[in-house]
């Protein structure tokens, strides 16, 4: 990965997409921190959260390597509550883990790897927890060939991920930790209580360096995070990712997002504020059941989530852009997002035509244009 240019690559790791902004920020804030650490728990946040606007110089007497710029203002990554990234790192430079939990598409994944880049420069020791993971994805296996040629040797092992982020003392992450069977999650209890791995065919126990520590994420619609085991729960901080609050913080993520999404294929957005700001708009009233005027809204069974409803903008703007001209974009609205609410449930349809029966129309009638055109759209939900 380290020769290909991050340009070249679909979906770079923001180690290498915020390089810059590291190396910069590891100058910037010369404060102690904690051992084994990239940057100070201060300058962690900086990153994910940004500098609010400002420019940030580098103090004098700073010895930058050369290209880094002297300035910079640092980029919001994480939208939301400073609080929970503050506590996250509290806990990453503590001795229990973290756990981020929250329905799908609330950046938990984004954030698990915005805090393993910072703390420990990478955010590629992961393994994804899924129904078949097995202890040795969490703990080590061997490669065949070598253990049959000169029996368990050192170089016959063959490490996971967290046992290399133990031995290297940085930041391992566990993806969907609740996917995972009770027993296989509980190779993680012994890892962070003991902070050790014993490797009982080589006559080793292998310690974890200082830096170490594991993020796992969780999502509230799996096999509960209640059926982790109490022993397992104790190891870890619980830190809950909500849904972003703010609608006009939401509408600007999704723009931003949708417009980066673009300039990977070197189009601009062609999708106007309005437009998006009914989208969100749309997707805040069917996740939360309530309409921002207060009406209620009846929930579908899908999961109306943020990264869906950026991964919505982002079709649409691909849409007129390779099909059709700006006016197109709102006639657009109404079927992706059907398609976004229609996955699991036949009657998620009938919850689709009930909004737009209800605020949608309300909002017309209230001669809002956007809304209006939208009302007039229905016929795109029915079923042919
Ligand atoms: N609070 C947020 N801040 C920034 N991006 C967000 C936020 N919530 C959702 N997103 C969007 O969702 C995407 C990440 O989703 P992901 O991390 O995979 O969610 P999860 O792991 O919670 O299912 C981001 O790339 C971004 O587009
Ligand atoms: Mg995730």
Known sequence: MSDTPATEVQAPPPELLHATELAFLEHHDAGPRPPGW????????TFVCGSGGEILKLPKGARPPDGLPKQLAIREKFVGDRGIVERSVVTLAGERGLLLVGEPGTAKSMLSELLAAAVSGTSA????????????????????????AKGPVPEALVPSPVLAAMRAG???????????????????VSILSDRRMAVPELGEVMAAHKGFNVIATANLRDRGVSE?????????????????????QEIALVK???????????????????????????????????????????????????????????????HVSYFGDKADALGLLPGFLLGVVLKDDPKDRGRLLAYWDGAVKRRAEE?????AKLAALRAVLEET
Request: proline share 4%; net charge neutral.
């Open 38 to 45: 990239r940057l100070t728990p201060r300058a962690v946040v």
């Open 125 to 148: 020791l992961t393994v994804q927890g899924t129904a078949g993971t097995t202890e040795d994805q969490l703990r080590y296996g061997w490669n065949y060939a070598l253990l049959l």
């Open 170 to 188: 940085k930041v391992a992450r566990v993806e969907e930790v609740t996917r995972c069977l009770p027993e296989v999650q509980d190779a993680l």
């Open 228 to 248: 982790m085991s109490a022993a397992l729960k104790r190891r870890f901080n619980f830190e809950t990712v909500p849904p972003i609050a703010d609608v006009a």
């Open 256 to 318: 931003r997002q949708a417009e980066a999404a673009m300039a990977k294929v070197g189009e601009p957005l062609r999708v106007d504020d309005a437009v998006l700001g009914a989208l969100v708009v749309a997707f805040r009233d069917l996740r939360s059941g309530k309409s921002v005027e207060g009406w209620s809204v009846e929930k579908p069974s899908t999961v109306m989530s943020t990264a869906e409803c950026v991964a919505v903008a982002g079709s649409m703007g691909m």
């Open 367 to 371: 001669k809002a244009a956007v809304w």
